[in-house]
């Protein structure tokens, strides 16, 4: 996700006259400019406004580009719920919608868990946004079927369970950041982190690669890097942050690091500087935040922190002139929907922030997908649907 901050609205007035007269309007156009949209090169990076062009009184947006559209949104908004040859999204479990671009110009979201129309229940299923849908749409059809998309290299082990974190382009290819978990009926919610990396996307197969969990993992526990992910703007490093540290109540520290386009690791360190280790004990706590997920954005102002305490029920956020700069807790930015009245103990988790999503002429709108689940040890009074994760945009 390339870091960048959302280009103010630009109308064009186009078209110079001859000088053959004052009233020889041949190349102008009168009305008004239509506001152009273009869509970034990176699939899961922001879109842009572009400037329309005028020819033979006609005005026109730049080839690739297209006129925008906003469509207010109204009501709860589900994502992809009722698409084609899905059944359900599963409540909050490891991730939420984890965005993953691809070799081939797509922003993939992954669900954790999804049930598939013909009844199976499938981990890391792709579902596919409309890019070009107008602004403020709820997604509801995917592009592409929903399909498991995750392969795991090595021998078979039916015991493991992969969490994908999220994915960046960097050096002319996908990075995805993932985590391994083992099933462990002795855990309280059933499963315990054996560690994580990065994976790379196959274009032939059209699958997210996991490297084989019985080789030793690019970091520890400690570090436990894939909370959050943010391209650098020198192009030749992704930021990316892990929240392993003592922390406060419900709520980890997070620490800072930046993998190069081989994913070599430099951490943030408490002097300022970028080192060379994956030591966790030499890295600066730079804020903090709930377990696995959350979301690092530029904003209208500098760059955004969006993220939850654990079983929390509010969309929190810090902000920062520079991602390694210090960050300053900030406002909150919403409530979550949740089933309270039927499931007390349901919470929110999980709010990744998708910039492929973000009206251009709203620069201060972030639309936050964020997973619903329940911390009751049996099964949850509510709905399927109240355990679908959300949609929201949110100035």
């Given at each position: 996700m390339k870091a960048?901050?959302?280009?103010?609205?630009?109308?064009?007035?186009?078209?110079?006259?001859?000088?053959?007269?004052?009233?020889?309007?041949?190349?102008?156009?009168?009305?008004?400019?239509?506001?152009?949209?273009?869509?970034?090169?990176?699939?899961?990076?922001?879109?842009?406004?572009?400037?329309?062009?005028?020819?033979?009184?006609?005005?026109?947006?730049?080839?690739?580009?297209?006129?925008?559209?906003?469509?207010?949104?109204?009501?709860?908004?589900?994502?992809?719920?009722?698409?084609?040859?899905?059944?359900?999204?599963?409540?909050?479990?490891?991730?939420?919608?984890?965005?993953?671009?691809?070799?081939?110009?797509?922003?993939?979201?992954?669900?954790?868990?999804?049930?598939l129309a013909d009844g199976t229940v499938a981990r890391n299923v792709a579902l596919e946004p409309d890019p070009n849908a107008p602004f403020g749409t709820c997604p509801g059809e995917s592009l592409s079927p929903p399909t498991p998309i995750v392969t795991v290299?090595?021998?078979?082990?039916?015991n493991l369970l992969v969490q994908i974190d999220g994915g960046y382009r960097l050096g002319g290819k996908t990075h995805v950041l993932y985590r391994i978990f083992r099933t462990d009926p002795n855990a309280t919610f059933g499963a315990v982190e054996v560690g994580g990396g990065v994976g790379r996307w196959d274009g032939t197969s059209q699958r997210i690669v996991i490297p084989d969990p019985s080789k030793p993992f690019p970091w520890g526990l400690d570090l436990d890097l894939?909370?959050?992910?943010?391209?650098?703007?020198?192009?030749?490093?992704?930021?990316?942050?892990?929240?392993?540290?003592?922390?406060?109540?419900?709520?980890?520290?997070?620490?800072?690091?930046?993998?190069?386009?081989?994913?070599?690791?430099?951490?943030f360190a408490k002097d300022g500087q970028f080192l060379p280790t994956v030591d966790a004990s030499q890295g600066a706590t730079v804020f903090f935040g709930g377990t696995w997920m959350s979301s690092v954005v530029a904003g209208a102002n500098g760059f955004v922190?969006?993220?939850?305490?654990?079983?929390?029920?509010?969309?929190?956020?810090?902000?920062?002139?520079?991602?390694?700069?210090?960050?300053?807790?900030?406002?909150?930015?919403?409530?979550?929907?949740?089933?309270?009245?039927?499931?007390?103990?349901?919470?929110?988790?999980?709010?990744?922030?998708?910039?492929?999503?973000a009206d251009p002429t709203r620069p201060g709108e972030l639309p936050i997908t964020y997973g619903v689940g329940s911390s009751s040890l049996t099964t949850p009074p509510g709905s399927a649907d109240d355990y679908w994760p959300r949609l929201v945009w949110i100035e």
């Open positions: 960048r901050r959302f280009l103010p609205l630009l109308l064009c007035a186009c078209g110079a006259r001859t000088g053959l007269s004052q009233t020889d309007v041949s190349s102008d156009c009168h009305a008004t400019a239509p506001i152009c949209v273009q869509n970034a090169n990176d699939p899961c990076d922001a879109p842009t406004v572009v400037m329309a062009t005028c020819a033979a009184h006609q005005w026109s947006c730049p080839s690739g580009a297209r006129v925008y559209a906003r469509a207010e949104p109204a009501g709860v908004c589900r994502p992809f719920h009722g698409a084609s040859g899905l059944g359900g999204v599963g409540a909050w479990g490891l991730s939420d919608m984890a965005r993953v671009p691809t070799d081939d110009g797509r922003c993939l979201w992954v669900a954790d868990s999804a049930t290299e090595g021998p078979p082990d039916p894939g909370d959050a992910q943010l391209v650098a703007s020198d192009g030749t490093h992704a930021f990316v942050w892990g929240c392993a540290q003592p922390g406060q109540f419900l709520k980890q520290g997070c620490e800072l690091a930046r993998l190069d386009a081989n994913d070599a690791v430099e951490l922190h969006v993220w939850m305490d654990d079983f929390g029920s509010t969309i929190h956020s810090d902000t920062a002139s520079d991602p390694t700069g210090t960050w300053t807790p900030s406002k909150d930015l919403a409530q979550c929907d949740l089933p309270t009245a039927d499931d007390p103990k349901s919470f929110c988790a999980g709010p990744i922030v998708h910039p492929e999503l």
